[in-house]
């Protein structure tokens, strides 16, 4: 299966299941096109002698089939004999979201927790039941020696003082059980003193700080609970922690809806304030909601990408660089196999855990009775809901049978195929869509990289 696409004077050949990818001159992608159309060589060649000498295309031809002998065009679909064992793999936990704080002290519109309480009872985690959770995750990591833990609300320093048990318990038992444990917090930095941030970057290997871009576009959806907005008060301490963290090993993450689809001047106002890692994506809600994106919005998002690509490159030129997470891609087949595959894990290799010690598939599940996998007590005791999870994967999924982005979006969000299609086997069209187009300008945007 090969992908074709056009970026400004650059042409692209992506090969889907070897996942190389190569910048080809205007002969090549005509013959691509023709072939990926079901055109036979011999009648390939005739068509494209009006327009190329035949020097020429016996030249590109030749180096097509070498490319193809080297397994970097039309390569052969090695994953699907993988997948027939999925359902009966070991079950390996490596990372656990935990959710230290069903409470908020921010009062954001899109909030899918309901201001953090999870349609539920605000409620704090307990150091038990973080320990508790710490043991469930060494038992069952099998040989893996690099474990993640999200500490997560709510608001998370809303219960600082458990978030600081659960890491010193955790270390404390590094050693004793051959693993390495690596600390990520989500706050929206309402709470940020000098000693906290002091702790983060003690302790911390990542941090994500949530902002939106613009004051207006942050201050319409991310208000405090007296309606007043938040920006001013967050953006010098969130600062404050890129620059202690020397602009690495952080992000900040906002939210793009239907009022801001000009979004990629808030990943540029970001940039203008000095932050170098940044992460702004798009809203999940019920098509209900004033703020939802609507299929209308989808082609004016895609060009937002173009724009935000080309300032990218405008900002590099001029000695300011900086990152944005869904254009960070990985050329090399990186990724592990399973990860290509099935994506996150979500009840499988990751799970959510509730301040109360109830197990999800993931965050984004919390809440919902159907989704309850288990708890710390008693382990994991759904195993036919695990099981589904473990069978989440794009060959289970009808419409990434032909999409040549599969193995980089994994089939997309589980939750946002629930909460769309009420079915995690399905996928949510606008991320779909979205995903391709990020792909593609992050392909862009190495290849300039690697010719420059």
């Known amino acids: 299966m090969i992908h074709q696409f056009k970026v400004k004077d650059m042409l692209f050949a992506l090969d889907v299941y070897s996942g190389a990818v190569h910048v080809v001159d205007q002969l090549m992608y005509d013959i691509l096109e023709r072939i990926n159309n079901g055109e036979a060589i011999e009648t390939m060649v005739l068509a494209l002698q009006s327009t190329y000498s035949m020097n020429d295309i016996n030249q590109a031809v030749e180096e097509l089939n070498t490319l193809k002998d080297k397994g970097q065009l039309f390569a052969e679909d090695t994953y699907q004999p993988i997948v027939d064992s999925f359902a009966d793999r070991e079950t390996v936990v490596k990372a656990m979201c935990l959710h230290i704080a069903h409470d908020c002290n921010l009062a954001c519109k899109y909030c899918f927790a309901s201001e953090g309480e999870y349609h539920g009872d605000r409620s704090m985690m307990s150091l038990e039941v973080g320990k508790k959770s710490i043991d469930?995750?060494?038992?069952?990591?099998?040989?893996?020696?690099?474990?993640?833990?999200?500490?997560?609300?709510?608001?998370?320093?809303?219960?600082?003082?458990?978030?600081?048990?659960?890491v010193t318990y955790a270390k404390s038992i590094e050693e004793s059980y051959g693993k390495h444990f690596r600390f990520t917090l989500t706050t929206n930095g309402v709470l940020l003193t000098d000693d906290i941030i002091a702790y983060l970057n003690e302790h911390m290997y990542n941090v994500v700080l949530s902002i939106d871009g613009r004051k207006e576009v942050h201050d319409k959806m991310r208000p405090t609970p007296n309606g007043k907005g938040s920006y001013d008060l967050i953006l010098p301490k969130l600062k404050q922690v890129a620059s202690s963290r020397n602009q690495k090993n952080y992000y900040v993450r906002g939210t793009f809806t239907h009022f801001n689809t000009d979004f990629a001047e808030d990943v540029m106002h970001l940039a203008d304030q000095g932050?170098?890692?940044?992460?702004?994506?798009?809203?999940?809600?019920?098509?209900?909601?004033?703020?939802?994106?609507?299929?209308?919005?989808?082609?004016?998002?895609?060009?937002?990408?173009?724009i935000l690509a080309e300032k990218m490159l405008e900002y590099k030129e001029a000695g300011k660089p900086f990152n944005f997470f869904h254009f960070m891609i990985d050329l090399g087949q990186g990724p592990c196999v399973i990860k290509r595959l099935t994506g996150c894990g979500a009840g499988t290799e990751y799970m959510a855990i509730t301040p109360w010690g109830d197990f999800y598939p993931c965050h984004q599940f919390v809440g919902d009775e159907n989704f309850l996998l288990g708890n710390v007590d008693e382990g994991v005791t759904n195993l036919e809901l695990q099981r589904d999870f473990k069978n989440c994967h794009v060959y289970n999924k009808e419409d990434c049978t032909d999409c040549w982005a599969k193995f980089y979006c994994s089939g997309g969000c589980a939750a946002n195929a629930q909460h769309f299609h009420g079915n995690i086997h399905k996928t949510y069209e606008c991320a779909c869509e979205l995903e391709k187009k990020r792909v593609e300008m992050a392909i862009y945007l190495k290849a300039t990289e690697i010719i420059e």
Do not use: C, W
Request: cysteine-free; charged content about 30%.
């Open 275 to 306: 932050f170098k890692q940044i992460s702004v994506e798009p809203v999940v809600a019920e098509k209900r909601m004033s703020y939802a994106l609507t299929d209308d919005d989808v082609e004016v998002l895609k060009k937002q990408y173009d």
């Open 136 to 166: 469930y995750l060494v038992t069952h990591s099998g040989n893996r020696t690099n474990l993640e833990i999200d500490f997560f609300g709510g608001e998370p320093l809303m219960n600082f003082e458990v978030v600081k048990g659960i």
